[in-house]
């Protein structure tokens, strides 16, 4: 077998040159979007002492020595968001930021250890202006990239359309024909009712699979695959269990404030109506360790100084988009490396 060239290798970086062009104009065009619009350009800081407290998100620890020489030990962050949050209760209103993330377990057509996250905030503003955020976003991109239709893996879609919205309930009973608000409540979850209901379409539910690991197969298997397809999708109302940092619905508390972006089905971007209840916060994140320690056998801190902070955060809501898939499908990229300027090594 012959191996594969380096990224470095002439021929290779000319042929991905075109992708890498297009991903500094789609960035100038989403910069003067934001500009445009009264935001305010912020950097966070990189290293942190949690990487958040996701069960399934993975992050890259060091160590910071101090002029002791006392360790401590620090993580690459997975995301912006608390930073961006303590900002916000310093007084921001609204603020974006182009941050190079990590992510470790990720690896993949549309997954790389390092990437970036536009992520963005309106304090005092409801999800649903990210929404529009979001569709203008779109458009954005294709007139920078000088196309009017993105594409991933045969599908298309155009960009330029009026996104759709669905629900979680909508989307589970259409494509997966499951009832999904009958296995949640304000303050638990079914798990037998919903694995019987998935048992009986045919996806595989194993003895110790967890509510949410159900409903991520469901997601997965039955959904994912046909979002986004012809025009965008916009995925809202989430069970509030499967929306770690997002406020109930004040419509249904079943469900919360979130919702995610797809195109080709692809998701493109994740945002929440924010949650600012610092025990409320505290206890979910604790719920998700828990869980991280049962599936992974590890935990990360929690970010005491991040909790202080959301006792003094106004309401206001955030988006983050995955800024390289976005570029891959409106250049017509195959494969996320192809618009990362370096990648990191195999």
Request: glycine share 6%; aromatic share 10%; with cysteine.
């Amino acid at each position: 077998m012959t191996e594969a060239s380096p990224w470095w290798s002439p021929h290779v970086h000319a042929d991905r040159r075109p992708f890498l062009a297009a991903r500094g104009r789609i960035k100038a065009a989403l910069r003067q979007f934001f500009w445009a619009d009264g935001f305010t350009e912020v950097e966070g800081g990189i290293l942190q002492r949690s990487p958040g407290n996701e069960a399934h998100l993975h992050g890259f620890a060091t160590e910071k020595l101090g002029p002791d020489g006392q360790a401590e030990r620090l993580y690459l962050r997975t995301s912006p968001e608390f930073a961006c949050k303590k900002l916000l209760a310093a007084g921001e209103k609204r603020i974006f930021d182009f941050a190079r993330v990590f992510r470790n377990r990720e690896r993949g057509a549309l997954h790389h250890p390092e990437f970036t996250m536009l992520e963005w905030y309106r304090a005092g503003e409801t999800y649903e202006a990210l929404m529009t955020d979001c569709t203008a976003l779109l458009r954005l991109a294709a007139e920078a990239a000088g196309t009017k239709s993105f594409s991933w893996r045969g599908l298309a879609a155009d960009p330029l359309a009026e996104p759709e919205r669905v629900t979680l309930a909508e989307a589970f009973d259409r494509y997966a024909g499951i009832d999904l608000l009958a296995a949640v409540s304000p303050d638990a979850t079914d798990r037998d009712a919903l694995a019987a209901s998935a048992n009986a379409r045919g996806i595989r539910v194993a003895a110790d699979d967890t509510w949410a690991d159900v409903f991520s197969r469901v997601l997965v298997e039955k959904i994912e695959p046909k979002l986004g397809i012809g025009r965008a999708t916009i995925l809202c109302e989430y069970p509030v269990s499967e929306a770690a940092l997002a406020r109930p619905s004040p419509r249904d508390p079943r469900v919360a404030e979130r919702f995610e972006l797809y195109v080709c089905g692809v998701e493109l971007a994740n945002a929440f109506g924010e949650l600012t209840d610092p025990a409320e916060q505290r206890r979910r994140f604790i719920a998700e360790m828990d869980e991280k320690e049962r599936v992974y056998g590890e935990r990360y801190p929690i970010d005491e100084d991040f909790i202080a902070a959301l006792g003094s955060m106004p309401q206001a809501s955030g988006s983050a988009l995955g800024f390289d898939r976005l570029v891959m499908l409106a250049a017509g990229a195959t494969d996320i490396e192809q618009v990362i300027w370096t990648p990191v090594v195999r």
